[in-house]
T-cell receptor, first 115, second 116 residues
């Protein structure tokens, strides 16, 4: 089955450490996105990429970095510069608009906790 | 700029009762509209979408939504809810003329709590 795989599902990080969250899709989607979710704050866009080797900052990019070397993969690194990284992180992908457009397909998320 | 407002942060309802989750959007251009559901510790799953055509859209799990352009609304309804419908629901909008719909703009979410 096609879909988006996020790993790991739970991740613990010590303060001052960088950590990378994995996002892989086999849907042949061009665009990929990273969102952060905190209780009561909805989804906030961190970074997005509409094509390989290109990505743009979202609304809360500070303290995060991404790469898009392959169409299937869009890893997110949470750096030590991120002041409050504990959150639920969601990866998503999408196809170009048209009658088949269905918005985004989401992964199952990674819950990151700083200990 | 686009925006989405979900008018209720929490909606408690008894099992088998009808429910309506309200969503209003703001945009100066044509839009695509979506409702997603999120169960605890999971990703978002598409419930239904409006791209064009009929303003009444039917989705999975017995949900439906009606696009009202004059009121810029896209309210989600279900005639009879089940305990299993307890989840968080997100309304989202994107601009239809942009490549890949542009970015989805999400509302803050509505927690639906179905009580026995």
């Amino acid at each position: 089955d096609g879909g988006i795989t996020q790993s790991p599902k739970y991740l613990f990080r010590k303060e001052g450490q960088n950590v990378t969250l994995s996002c892989e899709q086999n849907l042949n989607h061009d665009a990929m996105y990273w969102y952060r979710q905190d209780p009561g704050q909805g989804l906030r866009l961190i970074y997005y990429s509409q094509i390989v080797n290109d990505f743009q900052k979202g609304d809360i990019a500070e303290g995060y970095s991404v790469s898009r070397e392959k169409k299937e993969s869009f890893p997110l690194t949470v750096t030590s510069a991120q002041k409050n990284p504990t959150a639920f992180y969601l990866c998503a992908s999408s196809i170009p608009t048209g009658t088949a457009y269905g918005g985004y397909t989401f992964g199952s998320g990674t819950r990151l906790t700083v200990v | 700029a686009q925006s989405v407002t979900q008018l209720d942060s929490q909606v408690p309802v008894f099992e088998e009762a009808p429910v309506e989750l309200r969503c209003n959007y703001s945009s100066s251009v044509s839009v695509y509209l979506f409702w997603y559901v999120q169960y605890p510790n999971q990703g978002l799953q598409l419930l239904l979408k409006y791209l064009s055509g009929s303003t009444l859209v039917k989705g999975i799990n017995g949900f439906e939504a009606e696009f009202n352009k004059s009121q810029t609304s896209f309210h989600l309804r279900k005639p009879s809810v089940h305990i299993s419908d307890t989840a968080e629901y997100f309304c989202a909008v994107s601009e239809s003329h942009l490549p890949q719909g542009g970015k989805l703009i999400f509302g803050q979410g509505t927690e639906l709590s179905v009580k026995p």
